[in-house]
């Protein structure tokens, strides 16, 4: 890592006899499905640092289906609190500040505040940009992008002088395509100087492929997890893998930033095998 690394994340030696790159804990879950009153599934943590423990925001369906955000505190990353009922986004603009639906959350601490992005419904999906100081008020930026949009990942730093966020443009369904792609922005607010990043491959992620949770900054580069998806005789499978960016390349007059994949993993590195995991509305591996 080009940072120090946190001291307090959970940590459970690999198993006798695996040879996996990565290994499940052996007490999955660490959040169950009805962990709230109000919750039907809950999935899709974006977990931080925060004070002298952890906080994060999750996805969390309630028993109507609606899907949201929900806020949650933990003072070991193990042991969870979750608020029961979701966040109140503060909002200057009624027109996106109403509620239609938000899920797949990412968080990161940014300059000086904590970003938040989601996959945002406004005639559609699109990527939701807000933050918070102190994971007690919730500000709405805006929406970065048109609809439609999901995977919204921001990167834990500018480059150059642009924030970078990874997206993967879709449609209004299920989306039996995509490719991973850039934006970048002066302020937040406005976004745009798209480019591609990286596509699909054969095997587990023929169909599609999205950003997962923060890119980590390397000496080697930025290491992304992704996940890619097969379309099988079943529907589609969920697997998760992992990339490497270069760290600063540009391109053109304005140093438009472009991140060229140096490694994009073609093994699988987590894949549905338990019954758990089975047992969702896709089949995925937590």
Sequence with gaps: ????????????????????????????????????????SIFNSAVVPFMDGFAGVFRCDNKKRDMNLNRGFSKDGIIWKLDNNPIEWLCNDPEIGKF???????VLWLEDRYYVTWCNGYHGPTIGIGYTFDFEKFHFLENALLPF?????????????????????????????????????????????????????????STKIGAGPVPI???????????????????????????????????????????IPILQGPDLLLQERQGRERECAVFFSP
């Design 100 to 106: 239609l639906y938000r899920y797949d959350p990412r």
């Design 149 to 205: 949009n999901r995977n919204g990942v921001l990167f834990p730093r500018k480059i150059g002088d642009k924030y970078i966020m990874l997206n993967r443009p879709s449609d209004n369904g299920h989306t039996p395509f995509g490719d991973i792609y850039l934006s970048q922005s002066l302020d937040m607010i406005h976004w745009g100087e798209h480019r591609f990043v990286m596509g699909v491959k054969g095997g587990w992620q």
């Design 217 to 259: 900054e390397t000496l080697e580069g930025w290491l992304l997890f992704y996940h890619g998806v097969l379309t099988s005789c079943n529907g589609f499978v969920y697997s998760f893998g992992a990339a490497l960016l270069d760290l600063d390349q540009y391109s053109g007059e304005n140093r438009q930033v472009i991140l």
């Design 1 to 40: 890592m080009a940072n120090s690394p946190l001291p307090n994340i959970p940590w459970e030696e690999r198993p006798a006899g695996c040879p996996d790159v990565i290994w499940r804990y052996s007490a999955n879950p660490i959040i169950p499905r009805n962990l709230i009153p109000s919750s039907n």
